[in-house]
């Protein structure tokens, strides 16, 4: 994946009704390795890792890097939430020249069904849309993950298609910012 573009990076901590959205620290590492070690979140996302080989993979400070958020919940991560360029040789494209931003996002099963990804998200996009107006957002799920279908909905997602990767069928949407005032 190619980085997000010229951003200042890391943006200050973004605070919703009960998150914070901040950069990576050295504290969420235990986190880190319980959210891809974890067979439920990794249902839809390929599988999760042994635990022993996160422990010697996981570096110190994970995710530091433009377009990685950590969601934090009363002081604690319980997720994190992507923005990178989707590669041009990967289907689903909105624009001719590829690379759009691509919107991603794991919580630790203890955090779900309580709104917590929908709250995230779209902070995220309203920090999106301010740092690169009028620029789509695309976002890509498997059909079958239902939770990330009704999230993308909400989100104000689009379908723009649907093809198979990774061996099961996906959904592909758009989110595009609202146009500037003035």
Aim: aromatic letters at 10%; a negative charge.
């Amino acid at each position: 994946m190619t980085e997000l573009g010229p951003v200042a990076w890391p943006p200050s901590p973004m605070g919703t009704e009960r998150l914070v959205l901040r950069q990576s620290e050295a504290r969420d590492r235990a986190a880190f390795i319980e959210l891809f070690a974890s067979p439920e979140v990794g249902a839809y996302t390929g599988g999760s890792r042994p635990r022993d080989e996160l422990e010697g993979a996981v570096p110190e400070v994970p995710g530091r890097r433009p377009g990685f958020f950590v969601i934090e919940l009363d002081g604690a991560m319980i997720g994190v939430i992507t923005l990178d360029r989707r590669a041009a040789e990967r289907p689903g494209h909105v624009r001719p020249d590829a690379g759009e931003a691509e919107l991603g996002y794991l919580l630790l099963p203890r955090a779900w069904g309580r709104g917590y990804a929908a709250e995230a998200c779209a902070a995220v996009l309203d920090w999106f849309a301010g740092s690169f107006p009028r620029e789509p957002v695309v976002l890509c799920t498997r059909t079958a993950n239902d939770r990330a279908m009704r999230l993308a909905a909400k989100l104000g997602f689009t379908e723009v298609e649907r093809f198979e990767e990774y061996g099961a069928e996906q959904w592909f949407g758009a989110w595009y910012p609202p146009a500037p005032a003035g």
